[in-house]
């Protein structure tokens, strides 16, 4: 869904594409980010932003790591080739450390936990450099944190697989899809 008609915007002025499957989300900062009069084009999902990212050519992208049970991630090389110089805000409501260097070692600029608001996205794409390190917590993290995080890192070696993961983990598929359902803990 295209908010804006991409042969007006000037490249030097910059494109934001929002490339996230929650509608209303999706409307709610499109909206937001065109109220403080940036140009904004929108995708729902990986192939409305495939088709849409080579016109686009957008100087910043904001994009969802789940798209609809597809990796946001694929669309990473795909904005750098666009555009080389676009800064790329990853957003996921499901935060782990293994997607979060990963997402940096892809490409993306910034690694955002949802919910967030406007302002941290425009912060995040204003950061000087990319977020390449990350703080020790300065406290353990909880065993059912330590948990989510050794899930998060196998099933990103199984590409996903749910299936896969499970029997990486001796651990039946319902069970894996339970534990993925949840919000990940606080550490």
């Known amino acids: 869904?295209?908010?804006?008609?991409?042969?007006?915007?000037?490249?030097?002025?910059?494109?934001?594409?929002?490339?996230?499957?929650?509608?209303?989300?999706?409307?709610?900062?499109?909206?937001?980010?065109?109220?403080?009069?940036?140009?904004?084009?929108?995708?729902?999902?990986?192939?409305?932003?495939?088709?849409?990212?080579?016109?686009?050519?957008?100087?910043?992208?904001?994009?969802?790591?789940?798209?609809?049970?597809?990796?946001?991630?694929?669309?990473?090389?795909?904005l750098l080739d666009a555009n080389p110089d676009c800064r790329i805000v990853v957003l996921t409501g499901y935060a782990s450390i293994a997607t979060a260097v990963e997402a940096i070692k892809l490409g993306a600029t910034h690694y955002l936990a949802k919910p967030t608001d406007v302002d941290a996205i425009l912060a995040a794409f204003e950061a000087t450099a990319p977020q390449a390190d990350f703080t020790p917590p300065s406290q353990p993290l909880s065993v059912d944190r330590l948990e989510w995080e050794h899930i998060q890192r196998v099933l990103k070696e199984h590409e996903g697989n749910i299936s896969s993961t499970?029997?990486?983990?001796?651990?039946?598929?319902?069970?894996?899809?339970?534990?993925?359902?949840?919000r990940p803990v606080k550490s």
Request: charge should be positive.
């Open 1 to 78: 869904m295209n908010d804006t008609d991409l042969s007006q915007v000037p490249q030097q002025q910059g494109l934001v594409l929002v490339i996230d499957d929650d509608p209303v989300f999706n409307r709610v900062l499109t909206r937001a980010l065109t109220q403080r009069g940036h140009a904004v084009a929108s995708a729902r999902s990986v192939e409305e932003a495939a088709a849409l990212i080579p016109e686009a050519r957008s100087a910043r992208a904001v994009l969802d790591l789940n798209l609809a049970g597809t990796s946001g991630l694929t669309l990473i090389a795909p």
């Open 166 to 182: 499970a029997r990486a983990l001796k651990m039946h598929r319902r069970t894996l899809q339970r534990k993925l359902m949840k």
